[in-house]
C-alpha cells in the first residue's frame, strides 16, 4: 500500500500542482521567516543573529521546532516560492517535504526546486544558544541541566529574561537553586539597571564561587591613564605614582607618550641603528665613529643629529624625570559604570578576604598531609636513632624496599584493594628481616661507634640502591590506589583534600597509637625502655640486651617498609625515593628531640607546615622552599640542639 | 713554627725539623714529583705521547680529589668531625673559578661578534651581550648581582677561598658554639651541602640552575694553545697544590697543635676540660679544610670542563668519606691512596673497561654492580679494617702498640679503644 502510494507520487510529483502551495504561507512562523528569509538562505555568520534572535524572541510554539530542525540540516528552501518546509532525503533525488508551521506531511517531492540550508559550526553555535531557553523548560530533566551547563558556559544578555520566566516554574530544588543562582550571576553581568546589578553583586558578598569571581573581576577593570591633574568623578579607581608598585617608571612614561603627552623616548637599539644610518665619512654630525663607544658620546652624537632635521628629537631623562613629575596617574574604571564597579569592588574585597581565610585553612590541610608523610618517613628512624642511638643511613633505602613489595605485590595480585592489604604486613616482614639481618652483620659490631655505624649504614644504603636500580630499572614504577582513593574530598571551591592524604594521616595516627601501646604496654616496649636507659642493668634483670636491640632495628625498619607502601602511593617508586626522602627524616627527628615519639610528632608538623608555608610565600618554587627549609632548621638548631623535647637526665648523655 | 719549637724545647728536647719528624713525607713528597715527571715525560704534550691527553686529565683531576681527601681526613680523621660538606665546599671553588672562566671567554666571543658592528660597542651592550649569551639558557638576559666580580681573575680567584672559606666559617661558628656534635653534626652539614645543591637547582639561582656553568676547559685568550698543552698545566698546578696542601697538613698535625685535635677527637669534654678553646680549634680546622677544599674544586673543575649542581648533592660528600675511610683516616697519606684507588677503579669500572663476569645464567657488567660492590666493600672496610688500606703499612712497619686493651675504635694509635669506652 504504501509503496503504491510513494509510487503514484513519484509518478504524479512533477504532474501535480507544487505541493509547496499546500503550505500554509501565511502561518506566523512562515512569514517571520520570510521576512528574515535573506539573511537565513545566505548563511553567513556575521549576518545571521538577527534571524535567530528573532526566531527565539519571537515567543511561538513551533520555533523551537524551526530552531531544532534548522540546526540539524533538516530545513530547505523552495527556490520557487522562497517559503521554507522541514524536508528529509527520500533517496538522491526526492525529498519528503513537511509543513514548518504545523508539521504536517505535504509529500514527496522532487529537490530539483529546494535548496538546503546548510548552516556552518558556527551558526549551529548560535542556535544551541537560542535554543537553550526552550531546553529549560523541557520536561526532561537532564536537559533542563544541561541547558544550564551551556549557560554557564557561554551566558549571553538574553538568556536574563529566560532564567528570570523559568525561576518561578516548578522543578526539584536544586535546580532552581542553580537557576536563581545563574540569574543572579547573568544579572550582574547583563542587567539594564545599575540597581538590580548593585543588588545582585550585594546578594553574593562573601560567596567563594570562583564563577562569581570570573562574572566580579571583568566589572572592577580599569584602564591606566595620565592627565596633568587629578580628575574628579565617581569612575576614577584610584591613583598610581611611577616607579611604586603596580607601575614602573619607564610603563608610566610610556603612557604619557600615548595619550600625546611628551614625546618619545628612543631605546638603544634604535638609537644606535638611526646612528649607524647616518654615518657619513667615517662621522656622525661631525663626531666621530670611533669616539661612539660610549652612551654619553652616542646621545651627543644624536643630539646633533636631531638639530639637523635627520632623526626626529627625543626626550632626555631629565625631561622624562620632569614629565613624569608633572603629571597623575591615576586608574580608571572601563568595565562597567563606576557604582556597579564600586560595588563589585566591594564585594570582591569581602570575597578576598573569605578566600585568604579558605586559602589558609587548604594550606593547613596541605601542612598536615605533609607532615604524617614527614611522620612516617621518621618514625621508624625515631626508633632506630632516637630509642637506639644508631644512625641508621639505610633506612631511606627501607622505605624504597617497602614501595617495591608493594609493587610487585601488586604485579602478582591484580586486584588493587587486596594488594595493598597484602603488601602492608608483607612489605612489614621483608623490611623487619632486613633491619635484623642488618643490625646482626653490620651494626651489633658498631654499637658505641655512631660515626662508623654512620658510614657502614650508608655503605648499605648504596649497594641497596644500586641493587634495586639493577633489579627494577631506573624507571618510575607505579603503585596504583584502589579505586576507593581517588578523587578528594571538596569543602567548597578552595579547600579540598584528597582521599589518599587523608588515608595517609588516619595511618600517621595508626602508627603513632601502635607505638604507644607497644612502648608503654607491652613486655617487649617494657624491655625495650629498660635496655635503652641502662644496658647493664637490665641485662642483669634477666633482659637480653642482644635480642632487644635486634628486635627494636627490625620493628624500626619494618615501619619504614609500611610508610614505603604509602609514599609510594602518593609518589612514585623509584629507587631513589629513599634518598628524597632520608634527610629530611633526619632533620624531623633531630628537630623533634630524639628519644620521644611526640618529638618527632612535633618535628614532623613544624618541617611539614614550614615547607608548605614557605611555599606559599613562593609557590613557583619548591625547591627555593626546600631550601630555605633546610636553612632554617640549621638555625633552629643553633638555638634548641636537642630539639623540641629534649631528653633529660641520664639517657641524655649517652 | 715557632711555638711548635717552643712547646718542644719546653718538653726539655731538642728541636726537630718537620721532615725529620715524618719520613713518609719525603717519600710522599718523592713519589709525587716522581708521578709529576712520569706522566710529563709520558704525555702527549711535551713527552712520547704514551698516555693521552684525556688520561691526564683524569689523573690530574685524581689529585685534586686527592687534595680534598686530605682535607676531608684533616677533618675527620684527625678532628674527629665527620663533615658531609666538603665537596659542596668543593664545588663552590669550583663555580668561583668557573664564573671567571665563562664570563671571561664569552666577553672575547661577544666583543668579537660586536666588532664587526658600525658603531664601537659600548661597555653597556657588552656587558648586555655577555649576558644574553650566558643566561639565555634559563631565560634571563643580566647579570645577577653574585657575578659583580665575574670579570675580574684576582677577586674571582679571592672568592675560590672566602666563599668556602667564610661558609665553613659562618656555619662553623654556629654549630660548635651550640655544641652540635657527632652525628648530630654529620647531618647538619649534610643538610647544608642538600640545601646549597638545591638552591643551585633553581634557574634564578644566577648560576644557570641545572645547566650548570660550562666550557670551563677552555682558557680565556689561550684559545690557540692546545688542550694537551692546557691539561699538562692544570696537571703540575694540581701536582704543585697537593704536595703544599700534603706539607701544611703535616704542619697542623704535627706538633702541639696536632696533639691538641687529636685530643679533641678522642675526647672532647676532657679536652675542654684541660682548657683547651676546643670550639676555637674546631673551627681553624673546618675553616682550614674548607678553603683547601674550594682550591682543590677551583683547580678540578677546569680540567673537567663543566660544573653542575648534581656535583655538590649529598651523596658526593659521602663518597669522600668512603675514599678516606678506605684509604686509611688519620694519617694523611692514607686519604691521598684512598681517593687515588677509589676514584680511579671506580673511572675504570663505570667507564665499561672492566671485563664482564659471565656466571652462565647471569653476566655481571659492572657498570651496573660497580655500585654495590664498593658499598659492600666500604662495610667490609668499616667492620674488618678500620684503618683501612693504610693499615698495610702498619704491618710492614709492624708498628703496633702493646700498651692498651681492647680493640682500636679509630685508627690512629692512642684513639679510644673498645673496653675504656664503654665506661
Not at chain 1, 558556559?153 to 520566566?165: I, K, N, Q, T
Not at chain 2, 672568592?159 to 657527632?182: D, E, M, N
Request: proline share 4%; hydrophobic share 50%.
Amino acid at each position: 500500500m504504501t509503496r503504491i502510494l510513494l509510487t503514484l507520487a513519484c509518478l504524479l510529483g512533477p504532474l501535480l500542482s507544487a505541493p509547496a502551495a499546500a503550505q500554509q504561507a501565511d502561518a506566523p512562523i512562515q512569514v517571520l521567516l520570510q521576512e528574515h528569509g535573506e539573511i537565513i538562505a545566505e548563511s553567513s555568520r556575521r549576518s545571521i543573529g538577527p534571524a535567530i534572535d528573532a526566531l527565539a524572541d519571537s515567543g511561538m510554539p513551533e520555533a523551537q521546532a524551526v530552531l531544532e530542525r534548522w540546526q540539524a540540516k533538516e530545513m530547505w528552501i523552495d527556490a520557487a516560492s522562497g517559503l521554507f518546509v522541514f524536508a528529509e532525503e527520500v533517496d538522491r533525488d526526492t525529498l519528503r517535504i513537511f509543513d514548518v508551521a504545523t508539521g504536517e506531511d505535504l509529500g514527496e517531492v522532487p529537490d530539483d526546486t529546494y535548496d538546503q540550508l546548510k548552516p556552518n559550526s558556527g551558526i549551529r553555535g548560535m542556535i544551541a544558544a537560542a535554543l537553550v531557553r526552550f531546553q529549560l523548560i523541557d520536561p526532561d530533566p537532564t536537559v533542563r541541566a544541561t541547558a544550564l551547563d551551556a549557560i554557564e558556559r557561554d551566558p549571553e544578555a538574553s538568556h536574563l529574561s529566560v532564567l528570570r520566566a523559568v525561576k518561578g516554574s516548578d522543578g526539584t530544588p536544586d535546580f532552581l537553586t542553580r537557576v536563581e543562582r545563574l540569574e543572579r550571576l547573568l544579572t550582574i553581568r547583563f542587567a539594564e539597571e545599575d540597581a538590580e546589578r548593585i543588588a545582585a553583586i550585594e546578594s553574593f558578598a562573601g560567596d567563594l564561587g570562583v564563577d562569581v569571581r570570573a562574572a566580579l573581576n571583568p566589572l572592577v577593570a580599569t584602564r591606566l591613564e595620565a592627565a596633568k591633574t587629578m580628575p574628579d568623578g565617581p569612575d576614577i579607581a584610584g591613583r598610581l605614582y611611577p616607579d611604586r608598585e603596580g607601575l614602573s617608571a619607564g610603563d608610566a612614561y610610556v603612557l604619557l607618550v600615548d595619550a600625546g603627552l611628551a614625546p618619545p623616548r628612543i631605546s638603544g637599539e634604535a638609537q644606535r641603528q638611526a646612528l649607524e644610518s647616518n654615518i657619513q665619512n667615517g662621522a656622525v654630525a661631525g663626531i666621530e665613529v670611533a669616539t661612539l663607544s660610549t652612551q654619553t658620546a652616542r646621545d651627543l652624537a644624536y643630539r646633533a643629529l636631531a638639530e639637523t632635521g635627520a632623526v626626529d628629537p627625543v626626550a632626555t631623562e631629565g625631561e622624562v624625570n620632569a614629565a613624569l613629575a608633572d603629571h597623575v596617574f591615576f586608574a580608571r574604571y572601563i568595565g562597567a559604570p563606576p557604582a556597579v564597579a564600586q560595588a563589585a569592588a566591594l564585594a570582591l574585597g569581602d570575597i578576598g578576604n573569605k578566600v585568604a581565610f579558605n586559602r589558609s585553612l587548604d594550606l593547613a590541610l596541605d601542612g598536615i598531609s605533609l607532615a604524617s608523610i614527614y611522620f612516617l618517613a621518621a618514625i621508624g628512624l625515631a626508633i632506630t636513632f632516637g630509642v637506639m642511638g644508631v644512625i641508621n643511613m639505610a633506612h631511606g633505602e627501607f622505605i624504597m624496599m617497602g614501595a617495591y613489595t608493594g609493587f610487585v605485590v601488586q604485579q602478582v595480585v591484580p586486584d588493587y584493594t587486596l594488594s595493598i592489604i597484602l603488601a602492608i604486613p608483607l612489605a612489614f616482614a621483608v623490611t623487619f628481616a632486613a633491619g635484623v639481618a642488618m643490625e646482626r652483620l653490620v651494626i651489633r659490631w658498631l654499637y658505641h661507634r655512631p660515626l662508623e655505624t654512620l658510614l657502614a649504614t650508608f655503605g648499605v644504603s648504596i649497594a641497596l640502591q644500586q641493587l634495586a636500580k639493577n633489579i627494577f630499572g631506573t624507571q618510575a614504577r607505579p603503585l596504583t590506589a584502589p579505586g576507593w582513593l581517588d578523587g578528594s574530598l571538596v569543602v567548597n571551591d578552595i579547600v579540598s583534600i584528597s582521599y589518599i592524604r587523608i588515608a595517609i594521616f588516619v595511618l600517621a595516627i595508626l602508627f603513632l597509637a601502635m607505638f604507644l601501646l607497644v612502648m608503654n604496654r607491652t613486655r617487649l616496649g617494657l624491655e625495650v625502655r629498660a635496655v635503652t636507659q641502662n644496658p647493664r642493668m637490665a641485662a642483669s634483670m634477666g633482659i637480653n640486651p642482644d635480642r632487644i636491640n635486634m628486635l627494636t632495628f627490625g620493628f624500626g625498619s619494618g615501619i619504614a617498609g609500611i610508610a614505603g607502601v604509602a609514599i609510594g602511593l602518593y609518589a612514585k617508586v623509584t629507587s631513589e625515593m629513599g634518598a628524597d626522602y632520608i634527610v629530611q627524616s633526619f632533620m624531623t627527628v633531630v628537630v623533634g628531640g630524639v628519644g620521644n615519639i611526640w618529638g618527632t610528632l612535633l618535628g614532623a608538623t613544624m618541617v611539614g607546615f614550614l615547607q608548605k608555608g614557605i611555599e606559599w610565600l613562593n609557590p613557583s618554587n619548591t625547591l627555593a622552599a626546600q631550601t630555605y627549609m633546610i636553612l632554617f632548621i640549621i638555625f633552629f638548631i643553633q638555638f634548641r640542639p636537642r630539639g623540641i623535647i629534649p631528653l633529660k637526665g641520664r639517657a641524655a648523655e649517652v | 713554627m715557632a711555638e711548635t719549637t717552643l712547646s718542644t724545647q719546653r718538653a726539655g728536647r731538642k728541636p726537630r725539623f718537620l721532615l725529620a719528624d715524618n719520613a713518609s713525607v719525603l717519600i710522599f713528597m718523592g713519589l709525587l714529583a716522581l708521578f709529576t715527571l712520569g706522566v710529563t715525560v709520558l704525555s702527549e704534550g711535551f713527552g712520547i705521547g704514551v698516555i693521552s691527553t684525556s688520561f691526564v686529565k683524569t689523573l690530574g683531576k685524581t689529585l685534586c680529589l686527592c687534595l680534598v681527601a686530605l682535607a676531608m681526613d684533616l677533618v675527620w680523621g684527625y678532628c674527629g668531625i665527620l663533615s658531609l660538606g666538603h665537596m659542596a665546599f668543593f664545588g663552590l671553588g669550583g663555580y668561583a673559578i668557573g664564573m671567571w672562566l665563562m664570563y671571561a671567554r664569552t666577553e672575547i666571543i661577544v666583543t668579537e661578534s660586536l666588532a664587526a658592528a658600525a658603531l664601537p660597542p659600548t661597555p653597556q651592550e657588552i656587558s648586555d651581550g655577555i649576558a644574553a649569551q650566558i643566561f639565555g639558557v634559563v631565560g634571563a638576559s643580566e647579570f645577577p648581582p653574585i657575578w659583580a666580580f665575574a670579570h675580574s681573575l684576582p677577586l674571582q680567584l679571592a672568592a675560590v677561598v672566602l666563599v668556602p672559606g667564610l661558609l665553613a666559617l659562618v656555619f662553623g661558628w654556629l654549630a660548635f658554639r651550640s655544641r652540635v656534635t657527632g652525628v648530630y653534626l654529620s647531618i647538619l652539614t649534610q643538610a647544608m651541602t642538600l640545601a646549597l645543591s638545591l638552591y643551585l637547582f633553581q634557574n634564578d639561582s644566577g648560576l644557570r640552575g641545572n645547566n650548570g656553568l660550562s666550557g670551563l676547559q677552555n682558557l680565556p685568550g689561550l684559545g690557540d694553545v692546545p688542550q694537551s698543552t692546557v691539561s699538562l698545566w692544570f696537571f703540575w698546578a694540581s701536582a704543585l697544590a697537593l704536595g703544599l696542601g700534603y706539607l701544611l697538613c703535616v704542619r697542623v698535625v704535627s706538633g702541639k697543635f696536632g696533639s691538641v685535635i687529636r685530643a679533641i677527637r678522642d675526647d672532647e669534654s676532657r679536652a675542654r676540660f684541660l682548657g683547651y678553646p676546643v670550639e676555637g680549634y674546631k673551627l681553624f680546622i673546618f675553616t682550614l679544610t674548607a678553603i683547601l677544599a674550594g682550591i682543590a674544586g677551583a683547580l678540578y673543575y677546569p680540567q673537567a670542563g663543566i660544573i653542575n649542581p648534581a656535583e655538590i648533592a649529598p651523596i658526593a660528600s659521602i663518597y669522600l668519606a668512603v675514599w678516606v675511610a678506605i684509604g686509611g683516616r688519620g694519617r694523611l697519606y692514607g686519604a691521598v691512596i684512598g681517593a687515588a684507588f677509589v676514584s680511579l677503579l671506580s673511572t675504570w669500572f663505570t667507564g665499561g673497561q672492566a671485563p664482564d663476569v659471565s656466571l652462565g645464567f647471569y653476566t655481571i657488567q659492572w657498570v651496573d654492580w660497580w655500585t654495590v660492590l664498593l658499598g659492600l666493600s666500604f662495610v667490609a672496610v668499616t667492620l674488618f679494617a678500620p684503618k683501612g688500606i693504610g693499615g698495610l703499612f702498619d704491618l710492614i712497619a709492624d708498628r703496633r702498640h702493646q700498651d692498651r686493651h681492647g680493640a682500636d675504635l679509630g685508627p690512629e694509635p692512642g684513639a679510644l679503644r673498645e673496653k675504656e669506652s664503654q665506661v
